[in-house]
């Protein structure tokens, strides 16, 4: 079973460019977390998505930033027209769900190993 | 909205000793506190997580403690290995696993043989 898969590992886009940053979560798993991570900080919620909706996008920028979870394919989270601001390492984690006791529950979240955005 | 505090930043230890490192909350909503290990170059790995509902809990070498009075949660180390080096985080969030968790700065830790 593999983890959950992101790719580009590194991206390289000149200010102005489209980036587009993919993740395959875990096989069964039908919930996805981005997360960005600066230069010696901590990671930083960005958006929440189960298949075809977008549960919590609070912590995205409201403009430039995009995220879907189709019901086939990967988890994108797209940005438009790039800055330098941006250049980060981004995480996908994913999760599933399940029934304990009377109660739906996220189990733990497994992170992928990140794409490093580098805007030039 | 919640804000999480992580001591010290850097970590130096010999091989054997123990390592702790704290961390501090503002939201006592907040009711789950997982622990990740991130090696250079890849992902953080959760090693070890907590619930409000319980005080400590072990795991092996690495043991967590909360104390939600105060909010705050400590993570122990015991019985260092050069492999246990890599950067430790602390997140706090409420409800389930990876949503919305707000994590610290991080935590260098060396282990030296």
């Known amino acids: 079973n593999a983890g959950v898969m992101q790719n580009p590992r590194h991206l390289v886009r000149r200010r102005g460019q489209e980036a587009r940053l993919r993740c395959s979560p875990m096989?069964?798993?039908?919930?996805v977390y981005w997360y960005r991570q600066l230069p010696e900080e901590g990671l930083k919620f960005m958006v929440y998505?189960?298949?075809?909706?977008?549960?919590?996008e609070s912590g995205m920028p409201k403009e430039r930033f995009s995220a879907e979870f189709p019901k086939e394919g990967p988890s994108i989270l797209r940005i438009q027209q790039v800055v330098r601001g941006d250049s980060a390492a981004y995480f996908c984690?994913?999760?599933?769900?399940?029934?304990?006791?009377?109660?739906?529950?996220?189990?733990?979240?497994?992170f992928g190993q990140g794409t490093r955005l580098t805007v030039v | 909205g919640e804000n999480v505090e992580q001591h010290p930043s850097t970590l130096s230890v010999q091989e054997g000793d123990s390592a702790v490192i704290k961390c501090t909350y503002s939201d006592s909503a907040s009711n789950y506190f997982p622990w990740y290990k991130q090696e250079l170059g890849k992902g953080p790995q959760l090693i070890i997580d907590i619930r409000s509902n319980v005080g400590e809990k072990k795991d092996q070498r690495i043991a967590v403690t909360l104390n939600k009075t105060a909010k705050h949660f400590s993570l122990h180390i015991t019985e260092t290995q050069p492999e246990d080096s890599a950067v430790y985080f602390c997140a706090a969030g409420i409800g389930d696993s990876g949503y919305a968790l707000n994590f610290g700065k991080g935590t260098s830790l060396l282990v030296t043989p």
């Open positions: 096989k069964g798993h039908s919930h």
């Open positions: 998505l189960q298949k075809e909706n977008i549960i919590d």
């Open positions: 984690a994913s999760s599933v769900s399940s029934l304990v006791g009377t109660r739906q529950m996220n189990t733990e979240a497994f």
